[in-house]
């Protein structure tokens, strides 16, 4: 459930935010929402690293859907993106004068439909990415390193520890990363930390949907 707040006032702490809700709303919220998270959209204009981002995997796209035209590819994946999101994204969503916020959406889905689909990039798809987590999480849930894009193996940043079995533990809420063969030995070759500063990548914690996934333990 999205719904518009207000930031009422600041304090040393924090913000005090309110949500107008309806009767309903209220009960739902109360039943099912116990931990809300709230997000603040970037109503900057959209920037030109933006907008070079969006056209260059938009001409992936285009190549790979067999060189649609790149002005109809835009067309076509603007409009899906439109109705998908038509809670946060304009109704004349342009990439000449969006949002950062919508601009770093569309970029994410743009991202996700070249790894549910294979296709080839010339730029590693970690250096486009607007939203790091997101962007393993898509890579987690299409089985395809987060680094090169091959099919990946699950690497526990999280150690689960000696003496421990990986098929008995609970999974949920341990940090992952997903990597091909040769990026899971250099992660240990070269330890994490050294890794994720080279590649600029945020581990995530495994979720219900990463558990079903890899069939793991819940």
């Given at each position: 459930m999205i719904l518009p707040a207000q930031i009422v006032r600041t304090t040393g702490e924090g913000l005090v935010v309110f949500v107008p809700a309806s009767a309903a709303e209220q009960k739902f919220i109360q039943e099912h929402c116990t931990a809300p998270v709230i997000e603040f959209p970037d109503n900057r204009q959209v920037s030109r690293?933006?907008?070079?981002?969006?056209?260059?995997?938009?001409?992936?796209?285009?190549m790979w859907s067999g060189y649609t035209p790149l002005e109809v590819e835009k067309a076509i994946t603007k409009e899906i993106f439109r109705q998908a999101k038509p809670s946060i994204v304009e109704d004349t969503f342009s990439l000449a004068n969006c949002s950062m916020e919508t601009a770093r959406d569309y970029i994410t889905y743009l991202i996700d439909l070249c790894l549910m689909n294979g296709v080839e990039c010339g730029e590693p798809l970690w250096k486009m990415a607007e939203d790091l987590p997101k962007y393993t999480w898509a890579c987690l849930m299409t089985h395809r390193c987060a680094v090169c894009g091959r099919k990946n193996e699950l690497h526990h940043v999280d150690a689960v520890g000696s003496g421990r079995s990986r098929k008995e533990i609970c999974h949920v809420g341990m940090r992952v990363l997903p990597l091909c063969r040769e990026h899971h030995m250099e992660i240990h070759r070269i330890g994490r930390d050294s890794f994720l500063k080279r590649y600029i990548l945020e581990p995530v914690r495994v979720d219900e949907a990463i558990a079903h996934e890899y069939k793991l333990k819940g």
């Open positions: 690293q933006q907008q070079c981002k969006a056209h260059v995997l938009l001409g992936y796209l285009a």
